[in-house]
DNA sequence: CTTTTGTGAGAAAAGGATTTCTCTAGTTGA
DNA sequence: TCAACTAGAGAAATCCTTTTCTCACAAAAG
């Protein structure tokens, strides 16, 4: 075990092992230029031998790109920052491209120290992202020398941005509802100033027909204990399946029915919205729930900013990407086909 | 609006500008080699004019710094990475570092890429973490040319670690639950296989004393119902506090009190472990619970990493860095002092 | 009046790759 | 046989800063 740093192998070592210019060995390596294929793959070997790996820094220097790319958040609690995350890396990962994780906590001041390193930093594009599609980061993107991608954030005009398609997946649960013979099907959701709740709650209501019914109020388990409470209390016939905005109203309701001795789902079908992992499969019993698959729109947003970088153009516009309903036991019905 | 992107300004253009030499404008910069105060300031002036910003490439070509550090981690549903990347980020922004975060899923292969793409970057430092404080990544992070410092996961022999103190948390959640009268308080916990389950069983038996009682599990709610069975099903006297391995844990508990009609706090005092705001803020009544700071911890890591790639020497071994026990009404009890 | 010391500032090298020329030699075509 | 190409490889410029010398000049010392 030798403690000193073995001195870093550099093209030049890689050149004269090979018995070949620097000039050469480059070309070799890259796969560009002309040479015969013995002298190339003598290079090669030569560099694998040597276990070279080229300096990322003269390399960003010349060529003007970094192989980063930064990832905006203001989304602290990682709840949707992570899977998208993910995705973001799993796309990028095999380019050999990193990607810088910037929190920004709703600061200005924070975001633009972010950009500015960032920018100093020669990423070669920013994914800027956020908790609630309906906001604007708090800093200015547009106009940046670097491409930007929106996703799950609200974009400025001209931006190129991603979001999960809130409405397919609302028409997609009440469907799944109908067809276990649910009739009467009552929407409960977050404030109406989301618009994600405005969407869900309008493709639910387009998909339900005139008996629909929305109850607004916060994203807590405390609303859905409150929600069933309205609901069971008030005069009339109650539902057989509650279709909720996410899943922790979702865990209030199922939990207040268990209270209140309705059965689920013998009784009452519950539908979540989020695939909060946490909360689905902790609930009694385990949520199904509409996941907005949010690590394909991570993986998206990596291969678009990539594109961008490689001056690819993309039309500007607001891509929906599907979400999928995931069926555990909360509404009765077996894995769907 | 130019739709051309700017030229990015150079020291070139400073010193021009400045009417000095790039030797000269880069010294009046870095506030590094001699000269009057009047070129300094010139110099900075016209700096500030252009808005320069220094090309943080060929500075990490010529420095061999690069003003990042690198967050590994296995821990894929991000429960502890964040806050500790939320800590090494705020530690790090305003030395200008930026940090590239890197989720390897416990997959080798995909580890050795991650750290192969940071060490091309030069990274200054790379901090490692994962889901499990008595677990190694699954890869070897030693004889590196950059500082590591392990934070919250298991180190290797001479690294520098830090890991939060459960033992201390364990024993202030016991004293405040005696300092609340409770007699006889129960331990409800994870799997054995855990060294913090060892860790903080053992500290709450020196704790309670000859009438300690721990029961080990899953961490799950599931569990926290099980157990609750278990203790008020059997024979003799039950409970007035349970001190619960982690937060799901507790949850299931209160949810089993409740349930069988056993008031939380008059009777029984829960105390959960983490602080997972959203378990812990959502159970009825909310958690009292240890936090175990790890946002803290991330500060402490990135300040440790970042004093190692100055070259300073860093006392290997393992720091532990203290809980803080955050009082909801679980116990009962108001604020403390 | 000469020598030493100190100060301000610039020239040039370095850092490690990529890329554009340039050059040689061999091949093809007329 | 001679011009025109082409393929293969290398020399040198380039990217943008930092840093190490070097130098000129002025002030202080002898």
């Known amino acids: 075990m030798s403690l000193v740093a073995p001195k870093r192998v550099r093209i030049y070592d890689v050149a004269q092992a090979a018995g070949v210019s620097v000039a050469t060995a480059s070309k070799a390596l890259n796969d560009t230029g002309r040479m015969t294929d013995e002298t190339r793959t003598r290079v090669k070997d030569a560099a694998t031998r040597l276990g070279f790996r080229p300096n990322a820094m003269a390399r960003a220097l010349i060529q003007k790109r970094s192989f980063t790319v930064g990832l905006l958040t203001n989304d602290t609690y990682g709840r949707f920052t992570l899977p998208l995350m993910a995705g973001v890396s799993e796309a990028l990962v ?164 268990r209270e209140r001795g309705v059965a689920v789902p013998a009784d009452v079908s519950v539908v979540g919205f989020d695939n909060w992992e946490i909360v689905a499969a902790a609930t009694r019993p385990p949520l199904t729930t509409v996941d907005m698959n949010l690590k394909e729109l991570g993986r998206e947003a990596g291969r678009l900013v990539l594109a961008l970088a490689a001056g690819e153009t993309v039309e500007p516009g607001i891509r929906k990407l599907p979400c999928a309903l995931v069926v555990r036991q909360s509404c009765g019905g077996g894995p769907r086909s």
């Open 94 to 257: 095999d380019q050999g491209v990193s990607v810088f994780l910037c929190a920004i906590e709703d600061d200005p001041a924070l975001a633009k120290i972010h950009v500015d390193a960032m920018l100093d930093k020669q990423v070669d594009g920013i994914i800027a992202s956020g908790k609630r599609i309906d906001r604007q980061l708090p800093v200015d993107l547009e106009n940046l020398s670097v491409p930007v991608v929106y996703a799950f954030t609200q974009a400025p005009a001209n931006g190129v941005s991603l979001v999960s398609d809130d409405a397919a997946g609302s028409r997609e649960a009440v469907e799944w509802l109908k067809s276990l013979g649910r009739r009467r099907i009552v929407h409960v959701t977050g404030p109406r100033s989301f618009a994600s709740v405005e969407e869900r709650a309008g493709a639910y209501r387009d998909a339900v027909g005139p008996t629909a019914e929305v109850l607004f109020g916060t994203w807590s388990e405390q609303w859905g204990h409150e929600a069933v409470a309205q609901l069971w209390d008030a005069a009339g016939e109650t539902p057989d399946a509650i279709f909720c905005g996410n899943d922790q109203i979702a865990r209030g309701v199922v939990d207040a029915l």
